[in-house]
């Protein structure tokens, strides 16, 4: 499988577009929606869209160099973005931007959306690659990737998708550029969404900022930084204060936190890559392989080895 090079300290594999398809769904379902079902000439270089007939109840975690966008209409589903989790219900939407660690699981059988994968790239003819994040505070690390909406704003949304999906199969002049605006205006309506529920505003005198932006940064940092008192300075906190807020919150200490990450990167390069176990313990820079055996038995309950056998 095609996959980006890792040449830094991350080791998880990066899944590209164009050969992600296996690792989302099963063999094409013939519903005739979006890429459920489509050939070869209709498709549009970096942008695919699915309805959820046909996905697989278990993904990840992995990595990928596309943007993603989750709509549940019915049904249930569980997602971890980072250190964070989520729980799909009917009228809810989640979102990641690329190389952020993901995974699903818990997909009940009633389940049924939308999701829509796309480049960087893609929307450069209305706005430039760098300013996606800026444009749409949910793609931006330090925002909220989860939201749930009222009917007619998840009406609205999906009009854009429907939209979309005729567009894509109807082949008209210009298609190309008329998913691109639909795709755009479906992001807005997201975005009026999450301005309206106010979810950009830092809620610094709450429980759950601490405990929240401490997770964003573990997600981002956990490979250089293991400390609690390095998250502490980047808070602007102690690190006694930092833990006993993390505790109360979560039920789980600072340090933990960042021992799950850890774990969830490991597990995923165990199960993605055929990197050693030696490698991987040099990657995530532990002294040696033994301390990682150690660390990871630890936390799991099972060597790095048998997890591979079993993954």
């Given at each position: 499988?095609?996959?980006k090079n890792n040449t830094s300290r991350e080791t998880i594999p990066v899944y590209i577009l164009e050969d992600f398809k296996e690792v989302h769904r099963h063999d094409d379902t013939g519903t005739g929606f979006g890429y459920n079902s489509i050939e070869e000439d209709k498709k549009i270089n970096g942008f695919e869209i699915y309805s959820s007939a046909g996905v697989k109840p278990v993904i990840g975690p992995l990595k990928s160099d596309f943007?993603?966008?989750c709509i549940t209409i019915h049904g249930t589903a569980d997602t971890q973005i980072g250190l964070e989790e989520f729980h799909h219900v009917p009228s809810s939407i989640s979102t990641t931007y690329p190389g952020q660690l993901y995974s699903k699981s818990n997909v009940s059988?009633?389940?049924s959306g939308y999701y829509i994968l796309f480049k960087e790239t893609f929307l450069e003819e209305m706005i430039p690659a760098?300013?996606?994040a800026a444009e749409f505070p949910f793609f931006d690390y330090?925002?909220?990737?989860?939201?749930e909406l009222k009917e007619e704003e998840m009406k609205a949304i999906t009009d854009?998708?429907?939209?979309?999906?005729?567009?894509l199969h109807q082949q008209k002049t210009g298609n190309g550029k008329a998913i691109r605006m639909h795709l755009y205006l479906l992001l807005l309506e997201i975005k009026r969404s999450y301005l309206a529920q106010q979810l950009h505003v830092d809620a610094r005198d709450t429980q759950h900022y601490l405990p929240a932006?401490?997770?964003?940064?573990?997600s981002r940092h956990f490979l250089t930084q293991r400390k609690v008192s390095d998250y502490a300075a980047m808070l602007g906190v102690t690190p006694n204060h930092l833990n006993r807020i993390v505790k109360d919150s979560t039920g789980r200490t600072a340090s933990a936190a960042i021992s799950d990450m850890l774990i969830q990167e490991a597990k995923a390069v165990l199960r993605h890559t055929d990197t050693t176990i030696s490698e991987i313990a040099y990657r995530l820079d532990f002294s040696d392989p033994t301390s990682f055996n150690r660390f990871f038995r630890e936390k799991t309950g099972i060597t790095p080895l048998a997890f591979r056998k079993n993954a």
């Open positions: 499988m095609s996959r943007y993603r966008v059988k009633d389940i760098d300013k996606i330090a925002g909220v990737p989860f939201l854009f998708i429907f939209r979309i999906n005729e567009e932006r401490f997770k964003k940064l573990v």
